[in-house]
């Protein structure tokens, strides 16, 4: 399929994904590797939430991301690796030593007793070896399941037991700036409680001291000399599992979002180039961490399929100094940058003196994702770090998305700040009122839903159809639910406002508040929680727990910490609430059912207008509430 080249182009190509969506999908599709070719290019019913893309087409992923690139770029960096610490050498990867590595690792895996469709954990930090992992797994049809490592035991212990995992590769540690992050010993914690898995593979980073119990924890580096490193791909079906990959839900345990081997495949390479217009040799870098979906889509998957170069970066933003970004931008002359609106507005604030020292005319193509990129960061990212030449391309899409949905296409589509702008081809959203009725016209505002599969959905929830059907497919019958609100403006542009469910997006991470409520559940002192999230400067949104206790606290500070470290401990640091208010009461109905949006205006310090309170079963709670806001 030709990629998009002028406006009248996208138009064209948009036209026919709509009209014959199956001739569309199988031009695009007839650009990879298949071993045999699908029999059906779509089945699929959004009643049942069930969809099958190039259904009995036979492929391996990795055959596509590398074997298939050795004859013309063998020698090419396929992965630009740059460390934390930025006196330690940056590693450049060919796609024949990635090529080398994948096989020696998926022979490792193999050699542990992984074969097809066991579930591998991968807790492990951006380091080659990570990269390494995900793809072995592809390659001998294991499926993956990463799990961030800011995650905490708790939350690795949902996550292995729910994907009943075999077998975990992760490090001695992980560095994070100038922190070392114990890695090891929080796999040690979580396998506890574990009964699945036989076998851990451990990564030397840090050189840190791990306890290694014998029998189930062996040395990745001790591992990786004993096999060759040749190792055929196995043959998957385009329906075969990929990933599982969780993601937080608006109530109860994570939600493992299972993604496939073909449709996934061809639509994060067909995003990949079209929304970036990915150029040959461009040096291509998303910040993301692998542990989340835009690492897995657009640091792996799509880039490499499309034999791009792609670079990987193990420290934060912040560190040694808050130029760190535009550092790696300069060393690596990297042209096409791709970010999340928190460290935007989070190096924003520092002085632009950071920003001025380094040479950015490398860069061509800018990009956001994770959350609603508010004008002014738009702006300053545009003006100062695209010097006014790059488009922003604001990429819109989900966990069970997989790729990008809506989102401007470099130097065609034009753009307007703040808005994810129009629909890929292939994806065709509705805008829904509250009734269920869908709104036909522009300039109108509601929920955002999909009428149409796009290849690399989500396929299920691990282990639990019913609650995707239900999640998804219930809300809006006959159409798949975002969870999101959103405009269309006069032109038919897109602007996603945010999540209409309980879902809170804290520095582009993801998270239930039912969750974050039943962490601070476990404080013995701590009887009934709330948790909303609240406007903030840098995160997007806060977060604020309204907690009630057995006894009014003496200490509110020391419980306050408490009630932090205790959600680190149980989800991870990125869970901690900002704000923790102790009230005797939550305004309920009479039914029972906590008054949320009492709770988010009071977090977001709006008190003017909370609209009726009458109706709860004890209104006087709202003004110890509003007197007692932070
Ligand atoms: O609310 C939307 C927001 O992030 C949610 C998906 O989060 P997650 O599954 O963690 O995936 C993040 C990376 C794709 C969406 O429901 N979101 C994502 N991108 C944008 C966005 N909101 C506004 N604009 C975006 N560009």
Not at 81 to 88: L, R, T
Not at 203 to 210: D, I, L, N, W, Y
Not at 448 to 459: G, N, V, Y
Request: some cysteine; proline content about 5%; charged content about 25%.
């Amino acid at each position: 399929m030709e990629i998009i080249h002028s406006f009248a182009s996208y138009i064209d190509q948009y036209k026919r994904s709509i009209e014959n969506p199956e001739e569309f999908w199988t031009e695009v599709a007839n650009d990879f590797h298949w071993r045999k070719n699908w029999d059906s290019v779509l089945e699929w019913d959004f009643h049942k939430a069930e969809v099958q893309w190039f259904k009995d087409g036979k492929l391996n992923i990795t055959e596509n991301c590398l074997d298939r690139h050795l004859p013309t770029c063998a020698n090419q960096t396929a992965i630009i690796w740059e460390p934390n610490d930025p006196s330690e050498a940056s590693i450049h990867i060919t796609y024949q030593e990635l090529y080398v590595n994948v096989c020696r690792v998926a022979n490792m895996l193999k050699a542990n007793g992984i074969q097809k469709g066991d579930r591998v954990c991968i807790y492990m930090p951006m380091i080659p070896e990570v990269a390494y992992a995900m793809l072995a797994c592809a390659r001998i049809g294991a499926v993956h399941s990463v799990v961030f490592a800011g995650f905490s035991a708790g939350s690795l212990i949902d996550r292995i037991n729910d994907a009943g995992c075999k077998l975990v590769l992760t490090s001695d540690g992980a560095y994070r700036g100038d922190k070392v992050i114990g890695l090891k010993s929080i796999i040690d914690e979580a396998l506890e409680k574990c009964p699945t898995v036989e076998r851990v593979i451990v990564a030397k980073r840090t050189m840190s001291r791990v306890a290694m119990k014998p029998g189930r924890d062996v040395w990745w580096n001790d591992e990786v000399k004993k096999v060759t490193d040749s190792c055929a791909a196995e043959e998957m079906d385009a329906e075969d599992l990929l990933f599982i990959l969780y993601t937080s839900g608006s109530t109860g345990k994570p939600k493992g979002m299972v993604h496939t081997c073909g449709g996934y495949m061809v639509f994060t390479n067909y995003t990949f180039r079209t929304a970036f217009q990915y150029q040959e040799r461009q040096v291509y870098w998303c910040t993301a961490d692998v542990g989340w979906i835009t690492g897995h889509s657009y640091i792996l998957y799509g880039p490499l399929s499309a034999g791009a170069i792609t670079l990987m970066f193990e420290g934060i933003p912040s560190w040694p100094d808050m130029g760190r970004f535009w550092h790696v931008i300069e060393k690596h002359r990297v042209n096409i940058f791709y970010t999340a609106p928190t460290a935007i507005r989070s190096l924003e604030k520092a002085p632009l003196s950071f920003v001025k020292q380094y040479d950015l005319h490398s860069l061509k193509v800018l990009g956001t994702v994770g959350e609603p990129i508010n004008e002014e960061a738009w702006h300053w990212y545009h003006e100062n770090i695209g010097h006014g030449k790059c488009p922003v391309i604001d990429t819109w899409w989900q966990t069970e998305t997989g790729g990008f949905m809506i989102s401007p296409i470099a130097n065609i589509t034009k753009l307007k700040p703040a808005y994810a702008t129009l629909p890929l081809p292939g994806i065709q959203p509705a805008v829904m009122d509250e009734n269920g009725n869908e709104l036909l016209a522009n300039g109108v505002e509601g929920r955002l839903a999909i009428r149409f599969p796009w290849p690399s959905m989500a396929r299920t929830i691990y282990g639990d159809h019913q609650r995707f059907k239900d999640t998804y497919f219930s809300t809006f019958p006959g159409k798949y639910f975002t969870g999101d609100g959103c405009k269309r403006d006069d032109e038919g542009y897109y602007r996603i406002t945010g999540r209409v469910d309980d879902i809170i997006i804290v520095s582009g991470h993801n998270m239930g508040t039912a969750e974050i409520e039943s962490a601070i559940d476990e404080h013995s002192a701590v009887c009934e929680t709330a948790v909303v999230g609240y406007p903030h400067d840098i995160k997007g949104q806060g977060i604020y727990a309204y907690v009630i206790c057995y006894d009014r606290p003496h200490e509110e500070d020391k419980l306050r910490n408490e009630i932090r470290e205790l959600v680190a401990k149980i989800i991870g640091p990125i869970a901690k609430p900002d704000k923790i208010q102790f009230v005797s009461g939550l305004p309920k109905t009479r039914s029972g059912k906590i008054m949320r949006r009492i709770l988010r205006k009071v977090a977001e310090g709006d008190t003017s207008n909370l609209g009726d309170v009458t109706t709860l079963l004890d209104p006087s709670v709202v003004d110890e509430i509003k007197a007692g806001a932070i």
